[in-house]
């Protein structure tokens, strides 16, 4: 059973435009909700992570929007660069393992 | 400053073979994990250990087994390597929940 919904599953951004990711989540228990960033060949690494008692979470282009009555929570990549194409995961967790959304392809295209 | 190393990065065997992937974290973590990426399907936790001698299955655990002597280190074992074990495999570990440190990966592939 998949408790992290995402999507979409590609997304292709003209330079300069806004990224947006979304996920879903079933659980009431998650209490943090990180996003990860995969380049080719490599390993994901933590971009941004959001904890449920804050709204919205900002760090330079990367913005995570928080929704805990919908259980929603989005990406928006803003100004968006060819630097910025990988994959995206979304995940969540309440001091277990984390569990992953089947992520989301981005390609900024100039 | 190493961080989470894996080995091999890449490895090619026959149905049936055996084979160990290798695992080493310097952050002297408590919590370390296995996940294994397909296509489509995102990151699906293997197995986990949240300290030495202390294992504990994940989504996906059937095929392979763990083992957890040090804290540096937790290989995962493929006792009998079938096709659907065609992989990428990504060990991570973390200090705190949610801010896992991952490695480069393992590209497994089973013939």
Known sequence: ?110 | NAGVTQTPKFQVLKTGQSMTLQCAQDMNHEYMSWYRQDPGMGLRLIHYSVGAGITDQGEVPNGYNVSRSTTEDFPLRLLSAAPSQTSVYFCASRRLPGELFFGEGSRLTVL
Not at chain 1, 68 to 96: E, V
């Open chain 1, 1 to 110: 059973q998949q408790q992290v919904k995402q999507s979409p599953q590609s997304l292709i951004v003209q330079k300069g435009g806004i990224s947006i990711i979304n996920c879903a989540y079933e659980n009431t228990a998650f209490d943090y909700f990180p996003w990860y960033q995969q380049f080719p060949g490599k390993g994901p690494a933590l971009l941004i992570a959001i904890r449920p008692d804050v709204s919205e979470k900002k760090e330079g282009r990367f913005t995570i929007s928080f929704n805990k009555s919908a259980k929603q929570f989005s990406l928006h990549i803003m100004d968006s660069q060819p630097g910025d194409s990988a994959t995206y995961f979304c995940a969540a967790t309440y001091n277990t393992p984390l569990v992953f959304g089947k992520g989301t392809r981005l390609s900024v295209i100039a």
